[in-house]
């Protein structure tokens, strides 16, 4: 009996010890199969990155993508000079200049307190070196930057992003400039990586307003010639033997893209007048100055004061800077076509001419 007991307790922990170890192997089975398709699913996730990454790329080296390349390139710029500027700028100017200020004040007091208006003669040298000293250093302070304004004042964000757009764009006012030697050493890198984009931006969206300027252009052509047409032969659709003629190719001509500047200069020229109380002259000056990358710094606009009104018109000046040097980018590419179908119809007339010549000599011969 006691042997039955044993053999059959024996049994059933052997199948206990099965069942246990059978347990643990498909635990540890199903615990496999979830780290396989995680495998899968992290891969997956990054053959999606990709795929995005490429995407963008591919989208913002595209004609219209290089306009939103440019203008994420600056607010980033914006945001990190703005950051190193006044994080990093500790010399306060300001209060440089009120300490110099009140100690020649308190100069000249001492003087004419001491000399009174006895001695004339002693009091005029003495406040003549005082007001000349004063002047020196004042002119030191003018000279490091000294411009009547706090550094959050200067560096506010629409000043940061119309200095970005000044330094990839090699225009270069010069009323704004770092000033700590992060800044400086961020400026030079900004401007190696940011000109090759902005020359990107130069190529690419003179074609795109080009195209799109084409395309007015030849609609409102294609437009005044059927009528045209209309009123001549009382059609609206020309045809020969019963088969629609097709619309010849119709370049721009030179005296419209010129036109289309010229507007363009004389928008910008009404907008800084009205705003910063220029007169005309000095607002087309400006304009042309500006979008030609010449930036003498003379004339900027929102320095005059400092404000949210300051601030909308930094931003329109931004943007207005950016659209006017897309436009000249499309007159140098449409003058350009215009050049280069002038001069293959002359190499095509001389041609022939020469051909013409070579026939007239062997013909003599």
């Given at each position: 009996m006691a042997k039955d007991i044993t053999s059959l307790s024996?049994?059933?922990?052997?199948?206990?010890?099965?069942?246990?170890?059978k347990s643990r192997s498909d635990a540890y089975s199903r615990m496999s199969v979830p780290s396989k398709a995680s495998s899968y699913s992290g891969d997956d996730r990054a053959t999606v990155v990709k795929s995005f990454c490429r995407y963008l790329l591919e989208f913002l080296f595209t004609q219209v993508g290089v306009g939103g390349l440019v203008?994420?390139?600056?607010?980033?710029?914006?945001?990190?000079?703005?950051?190193?500027?006044?994080?990093?700028?500790?010399d306060d100017l300001i209060e440089k200049v009120s300490v110099r200020r009140s100690a020649a004040v308190s100069e000249l007091w001492n003087i004419t307190n001491h000399f009174n208006t006895l001695n004339r003669g002693q009091w005029d040298n003495r406040t003549h070196v005082a007001i000349a000293a004063y002047q020196a250093?004042?002119?030191?302070?003018?000279?490091?930057?000294?411009?009547?304004?706090?550094?959050?004042?200067?560096?506010?964000?629409?000043?940061?992003?119309?200095?970005?757009?000044?330094?990839?764009?090699?225009?270069?006012?010069?009323?704004?400039?770092?000033?700590?030697?992060?800044?400086?050493?961020?400026t030079m890198l900004y401007a190696v990586l940011g000109i090759p984009v902005y020359i990107l931006y130069f190529r690419n969206m003179g074609k795109v307003f080009a195209n799109v300027l084409k395309w007015i252009y030849r609609n409102i052509y294609n437009w005044t010639m059927r009528r045209k047409n209309a009123v001549r032969y009382s059609v609206m659709e020309k045809e020969v033997d019963g088969q629609a003629i097709e619309e010849e190719e119709v370049l721009v001509p030179s005296t419209v893209s010129i036109i289309v500047m010229v507007v363009?200069?004389?928008?910008?020229?009404?907008?800084?007048?009205?705003?910063?109380?220029?007169?005309?002259?000095?607002?087309?000056?400006?304009?042309?100055?500006?979008?030609?990358?010449?930036?003498?710094?003379?004339f900027v606009p929102g320095t005059s004061a400092y404000g949210e009104a300051?601030?909308?018109?930094?931003?329109?000046?931004?943007?207005?800077?950016?659209?006017?040097?897309?436009?000249?980018?499309?007159?140098?590419?449409?003058?350009?076509?215009?050049?280069?179908?002038?001069?293959?119809?002359?190499?095509?007339?001389?041609?022939?001419?020469?051909?013409?010549?070579?026939?007239?000599?062997?013909?003599?011969?």
């Open positions: 024996g049994s059933q922990i052997g199948k206990c010890k099965g069942g246990q170890s203008v994420c390139y600056t607010v980033c710029g914006a945001i990190a000079f703005q950051a190193i500027e006044i994080t990093e700028e500790t250093d004042i002119i030191h302070l003018v000279l490091a930057g000294y411009d009547g304004h706090t550094v959050a004042e200067r560096w506010t964000f629409p000043a940061s992003l119309m200095f970005t757009l000044s330094v990839i764009t090699t225009i270069g006012y010069g009323n704004t400039a770092p000033r700590t030697p992060y800044g400086k050493i961020a363009y200069l004389i928008i910008g020229t009404i907008m800084f007048a009205e705003w910063e109380n220029w007169n005309y002259l000095d607002s087309a000056y400006f304009c042309v100055t500006s979008l030609l990358k010449i930036g003498f710094g003379d300051s601030h909308a018109k930094l931003y329109i000046d931004y943007f207005y800077l950016l659209f006017g040097m897309g436009v000249v980018a499309m007159n140098y590419y449409l003058l350009k076509e215009e050049v280069m179908l002038r001069v293959n119809k002359i190499r095509k007339k001389i041609r022939e001419a020469s051909a013409k010549v070579r026939y007239a000599i062997r013909r003599r011969a």
